[in-house]
């Protein structure tokens, strides 16, 4: 059964770190982009950050552009979500999601309609 578990969140002050992980099970994604996304009560899904199978291409939503990393470690089948200087507009539930699609080492989407599994998300709270 493939799976991928959200783990990290919390509730934090604004300007705080948090580190979010999601560890892919079931099959390996060392060949898959990743992509986390985030979904705010009454809001849509949108897109977070992405990052190529081969870490080589990293794509950022403007919103958290200089504040949030993202990266992979591939012999634990990982991605991971470094967020910085936490606003209170970054409260949602986190989720992490993999597209299958392999486009080479650079390739990264960013819609979450192409995306092909999704973990069960995270909470992440950030009060002012």
């Known amino acids: 059964q493939v799976q991928l578990v959200e783990s990290g969140g919390g509730l934090v002050q604004a300007g705080d770190s948090l580190t979010l992980s999601c560890a892919a099970s079931g099959r390996s994604f060392n060949r898959d982009n990743m992509g986390w996304f985030r979904q705010a009560p009454g809001k849509e899904r949108e897109f977070v950050a992405a990052i190529s199978w081969s870490g080589a291409s990293t794509h950022y939503a403007d919103s958290v552009k200089g504040r949030f990393t993202i990266s992979r470690d591939n012999a634990k089948n990982t991605v991971f979500l470094q967020m910085n200087s936490l606003k209170p507009e970054d409260t949602a539930v986190y989720y992490c999601?993999?597209?299958?699609?392999?486009?080479?080492?650079?390739?990264?989407?960013?819609?979450?309609?192409?995306?092909?599994?999704w973990g069960q998300g995270t909470q992440v709270t950030v009060s002012s």
């Open positions: 999601a993999a597209d299958l699609t392999d486009g080479g080492q650079y390739y990264v989407r960013t819609h979450p309609s192409v995306y092909d599994y």
